[in-house]
């Protein structure tokens, strides 16, 4: 299969059913062993200083080559792709454009991959047939998420990994099956985590300094038991077909969907507070606004761009809100417990 680029979660069936193998180039980048040269290379190339590290990490990636083309989302994601493109372009590298639709509407949606399929020489129906051969991975990691938080038998470590990979599956959906399945069945072995550790929500797109935050969480006696981006990749509300499924996916769309999407979530999962992520430079860092007046648990916001590991500064201002936090809830358990 032609090997192409995604710069972000797209309707890889349409892709799938075209001959085209997804590639998730935000995973090549944050996985490489020496990202920071990855980021030179863009800058020798003239992207500026404050631009968005995945942005840059993403065109280094592009230029290593193996890839037949590149997909850009030019809407619903970083409006910073639509120059990336050219840039691309510049470079002789062949790509090619999606726009989410400005609202999450299906008929719209409709529209937006058929479009797709016709550019990409392949048919709605076509791609609808590769949806029910994703469906078991997407289920699987379905489960390892509820396993995460309902029986507390998952790392928050794990979770995150596995939903991310659910953008490309790795690029191969029947071995990112299996080795779901046996996480899971080597999960279900464990003894749980402790009742006692706090209970975080993780908002906002994926983490430069992912593996860092997590293990320094848990060794801080605190689990995510909810990445929100994350687990949308693994598309929760698949609906009856395509444009439903991708109608569902509150990421591309209105910060107030996600809020709905966050605060159920919340509820369900039993949160303590909340870790809200930023990317420097990033247009939805100001989306931490309405976050914060939304949502009524303590929020900590981290800021991060190319400090691929956790800083002194991040790691004591996590102690001190854990810290917080803690004393908060002994607070609620006590006046739970006082005699009225």
């Given at each position: 299969?032609?090997?192409t680029?995604?710069?972000?979660?797209?309707?890889?069936?349409?892709?799938?059913?075209?001959g085209?193998?997804?590639?998730?180039?935000?995973?090549?980048?944050?996985?490489?062993?020496?990202?920071?040269?990855?980021?030179?290379?863009?800058?020798?190339?003239?992207?500026?200083?404050?631009?968005?590290?995945?942005?840059?990490?993403?065109y280094?990636?592009?230029?290593?080559?193996?890839?037949?083309?590149?997909?850009?989302?030019t809407?619903?994601?970083?409006?910073?792709?639509?120059?990336?493109?050219?840039?691309?372009?510049?470079?002789?590298?062949?790509t090619?454009?999606?726009?989410?639709?400005?609202?999450?509407?299906?008929?719209?949606?409709?529209?937006?991959?058929?479009?797709?399929?016709?550019?990409?020489?392949?048919?709605?129906?076509?791609?609808?047939?590769?949806?029910?051969?994703?469906?078991?991975?997407?289920?699987?990691?379905?489960?390892?998420?509820?396993?995460?938080?309902?029986?507390?038998?998952?790392?928050?470590?794990?979770?995150?990994?596995?939903?991310?990979?659910?953008?490309?599956?790795?690029?191969?959906?029947?071995?990112?099956?299996?080795?779901?399945e046996?996480?899971?069945?080597?999960?279900?072995?464990?003894?749980?985590?402790?009742?006692?550790?706090?209970?975080?929500?993780?908002?906002?797109?994926?983490p430069?300094?992912g593996?860092?935050?997590?293990?320094?969480?848990?060794?801080?006696?605190?689990?995510?038991?909810?990445?929100?981006?994350?687990?949308?990749?693994?598309?929760?509300?698949?609906?009856?077909?395509?444009?439903?499924?991708?109608?569902?996916?509150?990421?591309?769309?209105?910060?107030?969907?996600?809020?709905?999407?966050?605060?159920?979530?919340?509820?369900?999962?039993?949160?303590?507070?909340?870790?809200?992520?930023?990317?420097?430079?990033?247009?939805?860092?100001?989306?931490?606004?309405?976050?914060?007046?939304?949502?009524?648990?303590?929020?900590?916001?981290?800021?991060?761009?190319?400090?691929?590991?956790?800083?002194?500064?991040?790691?004591?201002?996590?102690?001190?809100?854990?810290?917080?936090?803690?004393?908060?809830?002994?607070g609620?358990?006590?006046?739970?417990?006082?005699?009225?």
């Open positions: 299969m032609k090997k680029g995604i710069t972000t979660t797209v309707p890889i069936e349409v892709l799938l059913a075209a085209y193998q997804p590639v998730d180039l935000n995973n090549i980048f944050i996985s490489h062993p020496e990202p920071e040269k990855l980021l030179a290379v863009a800058e020798r190339d003239g992207f500026p200083l404050n631009c968005c590290a995945w942005i840059k990490g993403i280094g990636v592009c230029l290593q080559g193996g890839l037949d083309s590149v997909l850009c989302v809407s619903g994601d970083c409006s910073n792709t639509i120059m990336l493109m050219e840039v691309l372009k510049l470079k002789g590298i062949k090619m454009a999606f726009a989410y639709p400005e609202q999450p509407d299906s008929r719209r949606m409709s529209s937006a991959l058929k479009r797709l399929a016709g550019d990409l020489g392949t048919t709605l129906e076509a791609a609808e047939g590769l949806r029910d051969e994703l469906q078991p991975a997407r289920n699987a990691v379905l489960e390892l998420d509820r396993l995460t938080w309902q029986e507390g038998l998952v790392s928050d470590w794990e979770n995150h990994i596995s939903l991310v990979s659910a953008s490309d599956f790795n690029q191969d959906n029947r071995r990112y099956l299996a080795g779901t046996a996480l899971i069945e080597e999960c279900r072995r464990r003894q749980p985590y402790r009742d006692d550790m706090l209970r975080l929500a993780y908002i906002g797109v994926p430069v300094f593996r860092q935050l997590y293990g320094f969480l848990e060794s801080n006696k605190a689990r995510v038991v909810f990445n929100e981006v994350q687990r949308q990749f693994a598309m929760p509300r698949p609906g009856r077909n395509l444009p439903e499924q991708y109608t569902n996916y509150t990421y591309p769309y209105s910060i107030h969907g996600r809020l709905r999407d966050i605060r159920a979530e919340i509820k369900r999962r039993r949160i303590d507070a909340v870790v809200h992520y930023v990317q420097a430079f990033c247009h939805r860092a100001i989306g931490d606004i309405i976050l914060r007046r939304g949502l009524n648990l303590p929020v900590l916001t981290l800021e991060g761009n190319s400090d691929f590991g956790l800083s002194q500064q991040n790691r004591t201002r996590l102690e001190a809100f854990l810290d917080i936090v803690t004393l908060k809830r002994q609620r358990r006590t006046l739970v417990r006082s005699p009225v």
